[in-house]
Nanobody
């Protein structure tokens, strides 16, 4: 079955960096759009970044600070997060959508990981 397993979360001070990774298995990785979403306590899940082929998309709140990338040979997607802010604190989820386009809507994603906690202290 399809599995998405995130790693790389943790506690970091404001201004610091973290690199999240998501290992996908059970699917043809090159046929999927991949995305990162996050959910903070008491808030709805929100789009962070997505990638498909060589194109990427970012939420305004992370543009210029976060970078999404993939390693198709390994079936992994990464989220490099720089200049982290306390408001970036959330559980970050990796997701896969069986579409040929970049997807920013969560309902387009079929498979989800279990999430990894990112906490940014001020």
């Amino acid at each position: 079955q399809v599995q998405l397993v995130e790693s790389g979360g943790g506690l970091v001070q404001a201004g610091g960096s973290l690199r999240l990774s998501c290992a996908a298995s059970g699917l043809t990785f090159s046929s999927y759009a991949m995305g990162w979403f996050r959910q903070a306590p008491g808030k709805e899940r929100e789009f962070v970044a997505a990638i498909r082929r060589s194109g990427g998309a970012y939420a305004d709140m992370v543009k210029g600070r976060f970078t999404i990338s993939t390693d198709n040979a390994k079936g992994t997607v990464h989220l490099q997060m720089n200049s982290l802010k306390p408001e970036d604190t959330a559980v970050y989820y990796c997701a896969a959508a069986p579409n040929s386009n970049i997807e920013i809507m969560s309902l387009e994603y079929r498979y989800w990981g279990q999430g990894t906690q990112v906490t940014v202290s001020s």
